[in-house]
């Protein structure tokens, strides 16, 4: 679902889905062909650069959906290899979620991640919001520099177990 959100940097630039990997305003994409940080690869994995600034952002608003019972968000987080070895990539993933048309944002969960060689899985329980409308952001903060944020999110998805 990620060509359907709308993608914007800190800067509120909006971002083309898919977008070219030198765009220093931050960039989304698919990384299909990729090594990621653990040695694997994966089908359809979201690549969210943030902006090429000290504490860069690139955040993604999806459109809203009806939460299922029992729904869970899950995905892995982690890093693309960079060539010769792991990097020093190091980010906040961010899962927000605005709830029956609200403007305002909820944090649901933070997780730092620094680029050491293995794939995060996540896991959000989301059955106290059964019923309701959700409109999910993805996010990726930066911390003092951007450099080889090359940030994925391996299999994104809201589901029911």
């Known amino acids: 679902q990620a060509p359907a959100a709308s993608w914007q940097n800190g800067s509120g630039d909006h971002l083309p889905f898919p977008g070219p990997g030198n765009d220093s305003r931050g960039f989304v994409r698919y990384a299909d062909t990729y090594t990621l ?69 909820l944090v649901l969960q933070t997780w730092h991640k620094t680029c050491d060689g293995s794939l995060r899985s996540v896991d959000v329980d989301l059955s106290s919001y059964a019923g309701q409308h959700a409109a999910f952001s993805l996010e990726v903060k930066a911390g003092p520099s951007s450099a080889q944020d090359w940030a994925v999110w391996v299999s994104p998805i809201v589901s029911t177990p």
């Open 37 to 105: 940080e653990d040695g694997t690869t994966h089908a359809h994995v979201l690549e969210t650069h943030p902006q090429w600034i000290p504490n860069g952002i690139i955040f993604g608003n999806y459109p809203s959906v009806t939460l299922p019972p029992n729904a869970h968000f899950r995905a892995k987080i982690g890093f693309i290899r960079p060539s010769g070895g792991c990097g020093s990539g190091s980010v906040d993933f961010v899962l927000s979620a605005r709830f029956n048309g609200s403007l305002i944002g």
